[in-house]
């Protein structure tokens, strides 16, 4: 299960990613491709649930987590392993099989 994020809770998501990998899903109530995502993107987060913690930030409410992390665009897979950073996705031409691949590299 995705947990939502927030100025407070982010960093010690990304801490956390020390211990298992983690991606946050950057998303917003009014983006059609981020609300047409989101049900696959869940289900990716299930099928790998064992492997990769799945996190969720809602843009309408986590305009300072999306500062502090740099995002530009929606929606954003940002994806973390050992507390850094490993890579980005952004925009809506992401797919399904781009962030499938990404969640696959994590769990190497």
């Not at 010690?12 to 059609?32: L, Q, R, V």
């Not at 781009?98 to 969640?103: R, W």
């Amino acid at each position: 299960m995705a947990v939502e994020l927030t100025k407070e809770t982010y960093e010690a998501a990304i801490e956390a990613s020390k211990n298992k990998p983690m991606f946050m899903d950057f998303w917003g109530p009014k983006c059609t491709h981020c609300l047409a995502l989101m049900p696959s993107v869940e289900a990716l987060a299930e099928k790998y649930a064992d492997k990769v913690d799945l996190c969720k930030v809602n843009i309408a409410g986590g305009r300072r987590v999306a500062m502090a992390l740099k995002v530009m665009s929606l929606p954003s897979f940002l994806f973390f392993k050992d507390g850094a950073e490993v890579a980005r996705l952004s925009g809506d031409t992401v797919t399904i099989e781009q962030i499938e691949e990404n969640v696959k590299k994590l769990c190497e």
